[in-house]
Nanobody
Framework: VQLQASGGGLVQPGGSLRLSCAAS????????LGWHRQAPGKQREFVAV???????SYADSVKGRFTISRDNAKNTVFLQMNSLKPEDTAVYYC?????????WGQGTLVTVSS
């Protein structure tokens, strides 16, 4: 199983971006799907997660601004990011757990700057 993240880029503060994470296998095989991020000089941190039952959870720092969703037909997970702030600048990684194994995609860089 491979996860391929895309959609990063440069955006001004207050702007929006939608990240995508395409899975090589069926999303239905994943118990958990989520996003983490790593800012320069900082540790990787949790951003959002979605369970098989569509329950979601968010880091306090993004709650109300970010939304995780998925399209099972396209085997893709999304992270809609609104009201972006400079402190959201980071490499964003998608990840998932399938049959007890953890999978990580390569990162996609999001830069929030004027």
């Amino acid at each position: 199983v491979q996860l391929q993240a895309s959609g990063g880029g440069l955006v001004q503060p207050g702007g929006s971006l939608r990240l995508s994470c395409a899975a090589s296998g069926r999303l239905s095989t994943f118990n958990v799907l989520g996003w983490h991020r790593q800012a320069p000089g900082k540790q990787r941190e949790f951003v959002a997660v979605m369970t098989r039952n569509d329950d979601t959870s968010y880091a306090d720092s993004v709650k109300g601004r970010f939304t995780i969703s998925r399209d099972n037909a396209k085997n893709t997970v999304f992270l809609q990011m609104n009201s972006l702030k400079p402190e959201d600048t980071a490499v964003y990684y998608c990840n998932g757990v399938s049959y007890g194994r953890s999978y990580w995609g390569q990162g996609t860089l999001v830069t929030v700057s004027s």
